[in-house]
Nanobody
């Protein structure tokens, strides 16, 4: 069983930066696709970005392109989300999710393992 735990959330001002971490345990996930999603109250969880099992394939939703960067450190069994130029509309709970296949998918149903989420709040 894979367990993923997010960390790194917090409160930042507009234009600030945060780096989220998604640490996996229970199994090596170097060949797994890993995604980041976010959710605000009363809205569906939305896809943000994902990295494929090889690390060479990455996909971002349009609203974060040029500001967010996903990466993985297989030696640490960890995936990161570097978030720069943050905006108030980035405020959400951010979730990490992993799937035991290498290819990226953008829907929540495609991921088997989810963390508990970490709150990101961007003040204006």
């Amino acid at each position: 069983q894979v367990r993923v735990v997010e960390s790194g959330g917090g409160l930042v001002q507009t234009g600030g930066s945060l780096r989220l971490s998604c640490a996996a345990s229970g199994r090596i996930i170097s060949s797994y696709a890993v995604g980041w999603f976010r959710q605000v109250p009363e809205k569906e969880r939305e896809f943000v970005t994902a990295i494929d099992g090889s690390g060479g394939g990455i996909y971002y939703t349009d609203s974060v392109k040029g500001r967010f960067t996903i990466s993985r450190d297989n030696a640490k069994n960890t995936v990161y989300l570097q978030m720069n130029s943050l905006k108030p509309e980035d405020t959400a709970v951010y979730y990490c999710a992993a799937r035991p296949w290498a290819n990226i998918v953008v829907n929540t149903q495609g991921y088997d393992y989810w963390g508990q989420g970490t709150q990101v709040t961007v003040s204006s």
